[in-house]
């Protein structure tokens, strides 16, 4: 089955800077791929998704990338704000019958 | 629109005992998936449940089950609690298991102790 590897488990940042998540993915015919945010005592909640037809995305100060030869994607965020502060979790699905597969998380702190 | 409903917030248990935790999704979202993310560790794949029936399972004994009502509500069942079952129980809603793409709506989660 689909394995998701996140990197890194942890993420200490100066609010301003900029934060990235990076996952791999193990099956290559896995074609959509969201990130979700989780904050303290409440749901993962999407923030960005990108499918396999797109190599890039962004909305504000957060963008996905995605390689698909390499099977890894990323998430950006720039001038991260203490709100940021959260676990995001990166996933990998193929849809259908198929499950998505997600990674173990990050834990973003921003320090302000 | 509401969004995905989960009941109880907090549940405390003891060892032996059962759990029940219940699930509405989203209006017009067919598909129902239970989670658990134990203290520390990401999101574990439980159940699948569309149109009804059970469409995939995760690697959990089998005192963890489940079922879908006819109005696409669900409920989560543990048996024969163990300590090692406190978590945070997630439940998310999407269209169709043949509609495309899963996309995952997460509700607030039923957090289960066993003491």
């Known amino acids: 089955g689909e394995n998701v590897e996140q990197h890194p488990s942890t993420l200490s940042v100066q609010e301003g800077d900029s934060a990235v998540i990076k996952c791999t993915y193990s099956?290559?015919?896995?074609?959509?791929f969201p990130w979700y945010k989780q904050e303290l005592g409440k749901g993962p909640q999407l923030i960005i998704d990108?499918?396999?037809?797109?190599g890039e995305k962004k909305d504000q100060r957060i963008a996905v990338t995605l390689n698909k030869t390499a099977k890894h994607f990323s998430l950006h965020i720039t001038e991260t704000q203490p709100e940021d502060s959260a676990v995001y979790f990166c996933?990998?699905?193929?849809?259908?019958?198929?499950?998505?597969?997600f990674g173990r998380g990050t834990s973003l702190i921003v320090h302000p | 629109e509401a969004g995905v409903t989960q009941s109880p917030t907090h549940l405390i248990k003891t060892r032996g005992q059962q759990a029940t935790l219940r699930c509405s999704p989203i209006?017009?979202?067919?598909?129902v998936y239970w989670y658990q993310q134990a203290l520390g560790l990401g999101l574990q794949f439980l159940l699948w449940?569309?149109?009804?029936?059970?469409?995939n399972r995760g690697n959990f004994p089998p005192r963890f089950s489940g079922r879908q009502f006819p109005n696409y509500s669900s409920e989560l069942n543990v048996n024969a609690l163990e300590l090692e079952d406190s978590a945070l129980y997630l439940c998310?809603?999407?269209?169709?298991?043949?509609?495309?793409?899963?996309?995952?709506?997460f509700g607030a989660g039923s957090r289960l102790t066993v003491l």
């Open positions: 998310a809603s999407s269209f169709g298991a043949f509609s495309g793409a899963n996309v995952l709506t």
């Open positions: 099956d290559s015919a896995s074609n959509y």
């Open positions: 990108i499918r396999s037809n797109v």
């Open positions: 996933a990998a699905s193929k849809g259908g019958s198929y499950i998505p597969t």
């Open positions: 209006s017009g979202h067919t598909s």
């Open positions: 449940y569309d149109e009804g029936e059970e469409r």
